[in-house]
Each structure stands twice: as structure tokens, then as C-alpha cells.
């Protein structure tokens, strides 16, 4: 797998890749190939292979966040625990919500033992909160693409809010009707990150471009190619300058 075309951003603290849809990031319990297989690819004159500073499920795509030595990890660890790293997903639902814009708040917890790390609306679960806004729909009102900001960091936290809405995000094999033989693949992309990584400067802004995989529903709720949508959709990012 070729990481150095799927990079984003480079310095000397950490990478940003864009991560292809389909590929878990490290191995399972049931080994088989993973990202971390080609991490060796973006040592960039480093001792050691840079190492995940967080995860994205095996069917999302797109911002993926990399240390590169023990201090680097070490600091992107407490930001993303304590919230401090602002994350932005694309996603394409089935249906949608009838207003423009809003706030999911609903505690998650696990499903039950057996299902791993599948999860469910649970009143004493641990906190959760997304704030969404709609960037386009279908003639149809079948799809509606949708930019999610979530304010917490819980496993499938947006893909659960969005099935607990009534409005599942297409494709998804667990919360959605992706279990289905001929369905589509998980519409839902690590659009934007921003890193607060020195303290003494501003953060470190990164956005992933839309996958092809979500480009033909995209465009049936009004994206265009250019990266505008009727309803101001953000314009597609520039090539990021790669410094050391």
C-alpha cells in the first residue's frame, strides 16, 4: 500500500494521512494486513515508524493522525483526551432530518460483552454530543449529505447518533442497512482536523478530500466536483505545503 501519495501533512512532530476506506488501521485479533503494515514508508529519516495517535474504524476514511516519536504520542494523547482536537465528518445518510441544523445529545454505551465494540443509546452510558448541519439533499429526500462535529470522542458515536435520529448513514454494516448483499460502502469520511499541537502557535488545520467511494451520492445531494453545494459547502482544500 502506498501511504506517501495518501499524505496530507508532514512535520516534525506528526503526519496526517488520508486513510482509504476498507483497511482496518492495525491488526485485529484475527491478524490480516492493516495500515500499521506500511507505516515503515514514513519513518522520513527517523529511527522508528510512526506510530496511530488515535483510530477510525476500517470502513471510514479520510484524517487519520500520526506520532512520530514517544513525545509526539505522548502529546496528541492528553488532546485527544481531553477534547481539544476539533474533528469534522462528511457523511451521506438515508433520509435525513427535516430542519437544517442541530444537536444530538444521547449517552452511549456497549451493546452487550459479546458484540465487542458495537454500541447503543444507554441513559447511563457515558455522555455524547454531535452537532450536525445539513450541506445538501436528493430531489428525492432519499439522501441527505451532512457535516458532523463530534463533541466527544465515543466508540461509533456518530454512526449511532445518526441510526438513534431515524436517518442511518448509507452503507453502514452494523447501525444501517449495509448488512445487505450488494450494498454500498460506509458513506462516512474524516473530512477537517485541527490540532492544537504547540501552544506558542495556532493549530494545525487538515482536511481529506472526498473519497471516491461517496462522490456519486455526494453529487446526488449537490456536490459538485469544485466543492460547492448549494447551501455553502466548503471549498475543497488546497495541496498542503509538506515542511519538516
Known sequence: MDLLSRLLHRDGLMLVIDKPAGVP??????????????????????????????????????????????????????????????????????????????????????????RGWWMQPDPMGLPSRTSWRVLGRSPDAALTFIEFTPHTGRTHQIRVHSQAMGWPILGDPVYGSGRREGSPPL???????????????????????????????????????DGNVAQDLPKAPEALKLAD
Open 187 to 225: 458513506h462516512l469520511h474524516a473530512r477537517a482536523i485541527a490540532i492544537p499541537m504547540q501552544e506558542s502557535k495556532g493549530p494545525v488545520s487538515v482536511e481529506a478530500p472526498a473519497p471516491a467511494h461517496m462522490r456519486e451520492a455526494m453529487a446526488a445531494c449537490g456536490w459538485r466536483e
Open 25 to 114: 488501521v492495525h491488526r485485529g485479533p484475527k491478524g490480516g494486513p492493516s495500515l500499521e503494515d506500511a507505516f515503515d514508508q514514513l519513518r522520513f529519516g527517523l529511527p522508528r515508524a510512526p506510530a496511530l495517535a488515535h483510530r477510525l474504524d476500517k470502513d471510514t476514511s479520510g484524517c487519520l493522525v500520526l506520532g512520530r516519536h514517544r513525545k509526539a504520542l505522548e502529546r496528541l494523547g492528553k488532546l485527544f483526551k481531553s477534547g481539544r482536537i476539533s474533528k469534522t465528518y462528511w457523511a451521506v445518510v438515508e433520509g435525513g432530518p427535516e430542519a437544517e441544523e442541530g444537536e444530538i445529545d444521547l449517552a452511549l454505551g456497549r451493546l452487550d460483552a459479546a
